[in-house]
């Protein structure tokens, strides 16, 4: 019978993981499972190195028991120009209730612990995330755990760092449930009515014309107590008995002007925005009020025009009345940050309730109400914008024409698929990425609005996948931007027993997103089988380091003296790193650093000298080759590699080639997903030398004439339809530019 033959070409791998897609239709390019294997933007495929501590690494302890750190949070945040020092870059390490601070700009950060390598204890700080940001070159952290958010400030002389609660004000504009109808005026004054009075504008200080406190002359005068509804300034008049002329408050014309359709104005008093009834007893004097306290602590906090916003209460009031706000919804932001007294201070500056200046200024704090939001989340400043992620959605704060003004500016909701995964945020370039539990999305800019549109980036390529993630995964993933190749990196714990309480920082598995071929590939970091180091987190590296050296200053060969002591000069060292990432690790009761870096592909290589080796492999896409009817046959199979040979060492006599590499092919045929099927190959090797090379010694550099090495191996088997499975081997590398296929078939089916 005449046969039909074709070939066919695979030269990249550039769609990643792909599992939404039939098996009768799935993309070229495209794998439907794989893992350790990096994908570049060329489309070519490398083994990933193995985790390992990074290099002169130093085990930091924490002070606390492996118990403590089981059922507890770490965390690393970056803290650029602390003080305004260029030099320094510090990681803030988190353990616990514990701050340690380290110098990222140094080649290896965990050789140079800052605050003389002691840590910050955070009162109540227990196992709640903290979030930070930095304004002024200053840090500001906030944690549901904690009262008060905390600055953290940074002496470059000292290099010492110290902490300061910030107990958050705003105008109280509420103020207590006096049991009144607003416009009711009573004819005895309790101390919550008082109150409000004075919180309304009814101050000591005002003259009137009964010669006492305009309150009581109101009684004296009118038989009854001023309303809420009252506004003292409707009762001026002009005193001319002297020849200064001035104002009087006058009872009798506040009654006839007096506008008793609304409430009066509130505000007078500036009051802890949590502390609320505690506050309200010091500002004013009066004992007798609802004690009123929000239990729930601000959660989240951000840089935006200038301003600190705070947020992610989850309102808990204790010994509140009526109007007690319920602040689960509330955004507070500072006025504009030239200060650091102006961090505290969430409210305008003028006295809302007064007759002469009241009037709301621009450089203004206060607050926003979203009442739609069960809690918000995380707050992301973006290049024009604040985006407010919550539970149940995401919304866009702005400002209108001249940027953000606490006088001019909009919110409005994005969408409606929100997030409880606030460390899986993560900005690049204007655009936000997160993890929801429908899927990963992705928020952009309309290019004709500005304004923010949300998209699934795995519901077409990788949501089967994602599905598998348990929602404890999803809620405690985290994130970060990898700049120099444009991907984002998110680690997640994919164990049976992942828990809350039990090691919620350790992270075994890693999804990365390649922004510029819109593409998804994992990893697995495999753990030892006893006392495994483990991941804790990301740290996002400058892409440079810092140094300095001191030389002495010569004239020939002569040292130059002043006096009898040389002199010397220092001069600054940069260098580029390798990577722009590595990883917080945890090591028993020790924190170290960690990244890809071992190139015996072995994880943990370092901590008992001798590592867990892993599999880094990937199946290709199904391929029916145009036809899904007749059954095909591959005479041939072509592998194309980078070759990675570079040198030689001497083994037991023995010359062994440096960085060897590996790579096992295994045909699977007719959509079979078992080796019961029979429709299984045997697994072979593809990455050959078509001629032995003969080392002259230790020193030989593997010149072999080519790098490419190209393999042609014959292909066992039949069906109507082809997947590959690539597979590296123990020790060895792989990098895989493609393969091609001969393929032939009966000419009719």
Known sequence: MAKASSEKQFNNFTKGLVTEATALSFPDNASVDEDNFVLERTGRRLRRLGVDYEDNYVKKATGHSETVLAGTRQSIHRWNSPDGDTSKMIGIIRSFNKLWFINLLNASPTTEYLNSGNALTITGLANSDIQVTTINNNVVLVSADIDDPILLSYNTATEAVTQENLSVKIRDIWGVNDGLDFDERPTTLSDEHFYNLRNQGWSPKIISTCGSDAINCTFTTLAEYPSNADVWSFGKEADTSTSATYEKYNPEIMDRASQDNSPAGKGHYIIDALHRGASRVTESGIAVLPTDKENGNFSTVATYAGRVFYSGISSVITSGDEESPFYSGFIFFTQVATTPAALTRCYMSADPTSADISDIIDTDGGTIQLPDITKVVKLVSTKSSLLVFAENGVWEVFGDLGGFKATSFQASKVTSIGTESPRSIIEVNGSVAYWSRSGVFLLSQDSVSGRYQSESITLTTIQGFYNNISNIAIQNAIG???????????????????????????????????????????NTISPLASASPYISDYIELPRFTADTTTEDVLVGTDVVLAATVGVTVTTSLRANRRTAYSFLVSAGTDITIGRYSNTSFLDWYTENSTGITYSSYLITGYDIFGDLMRKKYIPYLFMYFDRTEDGFTDVDGALMPDNPSSCMVQAQWDWADSINSGKWGTSFQTYRYKRNYIPTGTSDTFDYGKNIIVTKS???????????????????????????????APARP
Do not use: H
């Open 480 to 522: 970060m931007y990898e700049e120099q190749e444009n991907r984002i990196r998110w680690l997640y714990n994919d164990d049976e027993d992942y828990a809350t309480n039990n090691y919620i920082n350790k992270y075994n598995k890693e999804l990365i997103l390649d922004l510029t071929l819109k593409s998804f590939y994992p």
């Open 714 to 744: 014959k292909l066992r088997g039949n069906g109507k339809a082809l997947s590959l499975r690539i597979e590296s081997e123990t020790g060895k590398d792989c990098k895989l530019l493609g393969w091609a296929v001969l393929m032939e």
